[in-house]
Structure formats: structure tokens, C-alpha cells
């Protein structure tokens, strides 16, 4: 069973792979047609993302947010 680098594939993504990383990334990508169609649909959702505009918080919504995650940290 072949062992798929994840982290490699993060890191692809975020644009900061070290040239080791790459080269190993690339190695595994010519054999795994799972991980190139994983690398892709990652790299069109980034860019999709990235593509939004920002959006302002409405008044209000801030302080239940907060508060759902302080008590889901409890």
C-alpha cells in the first residue's frame, strides 16, 4: 500500500515547500494519481477562496461565536 505525503500536499498548496520537499512531492505525484487529483482540487479551492471578496461581520455576530467556542473548550 502506498504511503500518501499529506503534509507534502499542505505545504504544496500554501506555496512554502522546501526544494527537498518538492522534489520528494514530485516523485510521489508521478506514480499517485490520487495525490495529483488531490493536489489540484486543493490548489482550484485556494484559488477559488481566494477570489472572494472580504465581507464584514454584522453587528451582534461576533460575541455568540466567541462565546459557543469558550464553552465548547470547557
Do not use: N, W, Y
Not at 505545504?11 to 508521478?30: F, I, K, N
Not at 482540487?41 to 455576530?61: K, T, W
Request: aromatic share 2%; net charge negative; with cysteine.
Amino acid at each position: 500500500m502506498m504511503e500518501h505525503p499529506e503534509d507534502l500536499l499542505v505545504h504544496a498548496v500554501d506555496g512554502d515547500l522546501s526544494p527537498e520537499g518538492r522534489a520528494a512531492l514530485d516523485a510521489h505525484l508521478a506514480a499517485c494519481a490520487a495525490c495529483r487529483t488531490d493536489l489540484e482540487a486543493a490548489q482550484c479551492a485556494r484559488a477559488a477562496l481566494a477570489s472572494l471578496a472580504d465581507q464584514s461581520v454584522p453587528f451582534g455576530v461576533t460575541e455568540p461565536v466567541l462565546l459557543e467556542i469558550a464553552k465548547g473548550a470547557r
